[in-house]
């Protein structure tokens, strides 16, 4: 790591210098677009199957009680890991729950599996992958700060954020456009065949020993971790604003019922409006490889927050499938702003040591909001009708963040020096 002092802070590939950090873009790559394409056709044929926007809700719900219920341990476990071998098992088990989920929608299995059966079943797998979920971010967070140098994290995270939105800009469209022309039993077969080269990706990492070795009970070493984020004010900030958000502005996942009853767009239509998010995204996060936005970390999230919300009550109102999609674009675009702000900051404030921990934490608070948030609206959908519910949720989303303007003013301020100077 000693290169890391005459790397330029300033380089805009300063991150993709290092070999190892390659490999690990290119597993977080292959995994997330296997991922997202899963996404889609679960979403897609459940609510084919069902005809129940609840239904949908209840796919991020089997996916989020596992995922939170795990997440400490998860973090435990990978704190005293090693990553690698970790990361391993992990992509084992998802490959399994896909492969039994492309068993039981394939046509071969149709006499032997009753369709009563199949969308239990497809819960079921959801549900294992959430457990794999609870070991996965604790792992990968963990592992990124271990193979660039600190100098150098900002960079790294906007590299790690890109790729996974470049993933979900791919993913879903294929999945989409595969599953409309060729049938479930061909995207699943591609979705297990990508997961096999983030499989293949893992053995070009090194093997990371772990720099947590336990002294204490479970129970006091899962303490410390909670402690720990409870006592950084920016850092629970940032996570409770993006729970909050997130779960209120959770309405993407009712897109399925905007491309089959509003829009009537289809399968193929459903995989470029998840496309088009994406999209803003990663377009956004490549500029901000340049152009950072991190001079004033907390007004840039709260501003990003803001337009986040208003960008989906725009989409929720919106009758027309081309003007649907640049709200979409643009709801991408603000959340990944938001999403670089505060990976950066956690990755600035969080020990070593405690890595795997405080991202189980966060893995808490944020990684399964999208699910909880989906179930949210999927809730909210059945009560409400769907487009109230995607207004009240984006509605929400921009109550939540000038609620939390008016209590951190005087954070608005801070560059990200003064805020570095949380970890001297």
């Known amino acids: 790591m000693q290169k890391a002092t005459i790397i330029d802070k300033k380089d805009p590939y300063a ?7 390659r490999s690990y873009l290119g597993m977080r790559f292959f995994f997330t677009f296997a991922y997202q394409m899963q996404a889609v056709i679960i979403g897609f044929h459940i609510y084919h199957l069902t005809k129940d926007p609840l239904a949908l809700g209840l796919v991020g719900l089997c996916e989020a009680i596992p995922a939170i219920s795990i997440a400490l341990y998860g973090g435990y476990v990978a704190d005293k890991s090693e990553k690698r071998g970790l990361l391993l098992k992990v992509f084992i088990g998802v490959f399994i729950c896909s492969l039994v989920m492309l068993l039981v929608t394939s046509s071969q299995m149709q006499p032997y599996v009753p369709v ?5 079943i497809m819960y079921l797998m959801v549900f294992g992958i959430g457990i794999a979920r609870g070991f996965f971010s604790p792992a990968t967070f963990s592992l990124m700060a271990q193979i660039v140098p600190k100098e150098i994290y900002p960079n790294s995270s906007t590299w790690n954020s890109s790729s996974w939105q470049a993933a979900s800009i791919i993913g879903p469209a294929m999945g989409g456009l595969i599953y409309g022309f060729f049938g479930i039993t061909a995207t699943y077969s591609l979705i297990l065949f990508f997961i096999g080269v983030a499989l293949i990706c893992i053995f070009f990492l090194k093997p990371h020993p772990p720099t947590f070795i336990p002294k204490d009970s479970i129970i ?9 984020v409870f006592n950084n004010k920016m850092m629970l900030g940032a996570m409770s604003l993006d729970l909050f958000s ?12 905007f491309a089959n009853d509003i829009l009537k767009v289809g399968s193929e239509g459903l995989g470029f409006m998840r496309a088009a998010a994406s999209s803003g995204a990663v377009i956004t996060m490549f500029l901000m490889t340049r152009f950072s936005p991190m001079n004033k970390p907390w007004r840039n999230l709260l501003i990003a927050v803001t337009g986040f919300g208003t960008s989906i009550i725009c989409y929720g109102l919106s009758k027309n499938f081309y003007l649907t999609l640049a709200f979409l674009f643009m709801e991408g675009a603000f959340d990944s702003v938001s999403v670089i702000i505060r990976s950066t900051i956690m990755q600035l404030l969080t020990p070593d ?3 795997g921990r405080v991202s189980a934490v966060n893995s808490m608070f944020i990684g399964s909001s999208n699910e909880i948030g989906a179930f949210e609206s999927g809730l909210t959908a059945k009560l409400m009708r769907t487009v109230p519910a995607v207004v009240f949720g984006g509605s929400m989303t921009i109550l939540v963040a000038g609620i939390t303007y008016m209590k951190t003013k005087g954070m608005t301020k801070l560059s990200l020096e003064e805020i570095n100077e949380h970890t001297t």
Do not use: C, D, H, W
Not at 15 to 21: D, G, P, Q, T, V
Not at 220 to 227: N, P, Q, W
Not at 246 to 257: D, I
């Open 116 to 120: 009563n059966y199949i969308v239990p």
């Open 246 to 257: 997130v779960f209120f502005g959770g309405a993407v996942a009712l897109l399925p019922v």
């Open 353 to 355: 040591q405690m890595r």
């Open 15 to 21: 991150a993709l210098r290092y070999k190892e950090f």
């Open 220 to 228: 006091k070493s899962l303490t410390e971790g909670v402690k720990f």
